[in-house]
Antibody
Framework: QVQLVESGGGVVQPGRSLRLSCAAS????????MHWVRQTPGTGLEWVAA????????YYADSVKGRFTISRDNSKDTLFLEMDSLRPEDTAMYYC?????????????WGQGTLVTVSS | DIQMTQSPSSLSASVGDRVTITCRAS??????LHWYQQKPGKAPKLLIF???TLQSGVPPRFSGSGSGTDFTLTISSLQPEDFATYFC??????????FGQGTKLEIK
């Protein structure tokens, strides 16, 4: 059974950093591209970042480019999102998501999410 | 970036009703359109991918159609467990893979 479990969220002051993790199980993690998607009540769902199966290619939303870094450790089946220079508008539930199949960009399953609150 | 516009933003309906939700893309996305259902406090769940293919385990009362810029999600006979928020998402060619703003389906 595929499972994605995020962790690392919390309350952080503007300008500070936070690192999210996503522990994957139940599938061959090292063969899948992986993504982060976030959700806020006001702006809905926003795709944040993606990383290729081997970590060689990374893609970012314009809203986080230069501040967030996606990475992975295939030896530990873990996905990361390093978030620097955090802003109040980064406040959201962050989901780790897996493509339904290799090479496609629709997502199933999603993790349960980890909440990030950026506030002074 | 490709913009996705859903309508309506909210909808009240009764058990047994037929309901249609629309998603429009700002440019042609072929059939790279997918639908998710989200219940309060839960992560979104994939319902339909590639415009019309039901994800495994999704009841056949759900259906999707469309191509190019205009897409619809139809629930043929609403059940109590269908009251939720529905999102569309496009995955045409390159990132960002944008979502619609959501349609909240409520009980009348």
């Amino acid at each position: 059974q595929v499972q994605l479990v995020e962790s690392g969220g919390g309350v952080v002051q503007p300008g500070r950093s936070l690192r999210l993790s996503c522990a994957a199980s139940g599938f061959s993690f090292y063969t899948y591209d992986m993504h982060w998607v976030r959700q806020t009540p006001g702006t809905g769902l926003e795709w944040v970042a993606a990383i290729s199966y081997d970590g060689s290619d990374k893609y970012y939303a314009d809203s986080v480019k230069g501040r967030f870094t996606i990475s992975r450790d295939n030896s530990k089946d873990t996905l990361f999102l390093e978030m620097d220079s955090l802003r109040p508008e980064d406040t959201a539930m962050y989901y780790c998501v897996k493509p339904l199949r290799r090479g496609i960009k629709w997502f199933d399953p999603w993790g349960q999410g980890t909440l990030v609150t950026v506030s002074s | 970036d490709i913009q996705m516009t859903q309508s309506p933003s909210s909808l009240s309906a009764s058990v047994g009703d037929r309901v249609t939700i629309t998603c429009r893309a700002s440019q042609s996305i072929s059939r790279y359109l997918h639908w998710y259902q989200q219940k309060p406090g839960k992560a979104p769940k994939l319902l339909i991918f590639a415009a019309s293919t039901l994800q495994s385990g999704v009841p056949p009362r759900f259906s999707g159609s469309g191509s190019g810029t205009d897409f619809t999600l139809t629930i043929s006979s609403l059940q109590p467990e269908d009251f939720a928020t529905y999102f569309c998402q496009q995955s045409y060619i390159t990132p960002p893979y944008t979502f619609g703003q959501g349609t909240k389906l409520e009980i009348k």
